[in-house]
T-cell receptor, first 115, second 112 residues
Framework: DAGVIQSPRHEVTEMGQEVTLRCKPISGHDYLFWYRQTMMRGLELLIYFNNNVPIDDSGMPEDRFSAKMPNASFSTLKIQPSEPRDSAVYFC?????????????FGPGTRLTVL | GEDVEQSLFLSVREGDSSVINCTYTDSSSTYLYWYKQEPGAGLQLLTYIFSNMDMKQDQRLTVLLNKKDKHLSLRIADTQTGDSAIYFCAERYSGGYQKVTFGTGTKLQVIP
């Protein structure tokens, strides 16, 4: 398996523009997570899905952020409109079920810069 | 609330042992983890410990868990320059949910 795939790897945009980040989880994993990492706040959980259904979105900063998972192999995180304070590295991770230690497998991240 | 705390930075000499510490708040945590993040990459699971254990050893890594004090540590023996990375402590809660809370991360610098 290729692991968790994220695209794009780098995104530079201007304030006010819409940004869409994409994630393909590991095949067969039924949990998907979106995280944001900044120097100031560290690693924050934004939202996670189970079987394509959002379970906890309490970490989503505000209404400008939205996430979808239309099927088991694809998820998007959208920011509209983007602001400079959204600049961060966004990680997607996936894991399998509830049994065992449930390792989360992280993608390489998308580095977002909002000018 | 849920909170996982770590010191931000640790510097050690190559060949010495490194000890990275973490405190957490949820006494009902089921699993506790150590993840490693190398520059420009995502996090990768290094090791984990189940909450009914107090120690786990895996080659150069030793995890110690003190449930009474809610304290977790990671010891790396014979630290190498390749161990330079950010190390995240994390806890998973009981209740069957997958939510894991990560600490702030400790940046380990290994001096040759």
């Amino acid at each position: 398996d290729a692991g968790v795939i994220q695209s794009p790897r780098h995104e530079v945009t201007e304030m006010g523009q819409e940004v869409t980040l994409r994630c393909k989880p590991i095949s067969g994993h039924d949990y998907l997570f979106w995280y944001r990492q900044t120097m100031m706040r560290g690693l924050e959980l934004l939202i996670y899905f189970n079987n394509n259904v959002p379970i906890d979105d309490s970490g989503m900063p505000e209404d400008r952020f939205s996430a979808k998972m239309p099927n088991a192999s694809f998820s998007t995180l959208k920011i509209q409109p983007s602001e400079p304070r959204d600049s961060a590295v966004y990680f997607c991770a996936s894991s399998l079920g509830l049994a065992g230690h449930n390792e989360q497998f992280f993608g390489p991240g998308t580095r977002l810069t909002v000018l | 609330g849920e909170d996982v705390e770590q010191s931000l930075f640790l510097s050690v000499r190559e060949g010495d042992s490194s000890v990275i510490n973490c405190t957490y708040t949820d006494s009902s945590s089921t699993y506790l983890y150590w993840y490693k993040q190398e520059p420009g990459a995502g996090l990768q699971l290094l090791t984990y410990i189940f909450s009914n254990m107090d120690m786990k050893q895996d080659q150069r890594l030793t995890v110690l868990l003190n449930k009474k004090d809610k304290h977790l540590s990671l010891r790396i023996a014979d630290t190498q320059t390749g161990d330079s990375a950010i190390y995240f402590c994390a806890e998973r809660y009981s209740g069957g949910y997958q939510k894991v809370t990560f600490g702030t991360g400790t940046k380990l610098q290994v001096i040759p």
